[in-house]
């Protein structure tokens, strides 16, 4: 009984960490990013620098980065641009969710 049972929870314990790891994950569709360009190119932001913050996704901003709200519909994040590039940012853990090109 005791070996069937190994499997099985190794099995539960991957798939918990899978569905933890989708959990985390931000997907902005093509078309979110089609509308969150203009939005942006409409309304520009002068760029900033950070030293010491990779815009990696996952990464977090200091509270001194101000961000800016953006008015489109089904978005909840926000976004500022640091070193000529725009990034969606989760406002309540100020992490990177999105880096646009």
Wanted: charged share 20%; aromatic share 2%; glycine share 6%.
């Amino acid at each position: 009984m005791k070996i069937h049972l190994v499997p099985a929870a190794a099995g539960l314990v991957l798939l918990t960490g899978v569905g933890v790891a989708t959990a985390d994950q931000v997907i902005v569709t093509p078309e979110q990013q089609t509308v969150i360009r203009e939005y942006v190119h409409k309304h520009p932001l002068a760029s900033i620098s950070l030293l010491g913050v990779e815009l990696n996704i996952g990464s977090t901003l200091p509270d001194t980065v101000e961000l800016q709200p953006i008015d489109v519909p089904d978005v909840q994040y926000r976004y500022v641009v640091v070193d000529g590039r725009t990034v969606l940012v989760d406002p309540g853990t100020r992490r990177i969710v999105h880096v646009i090109d």
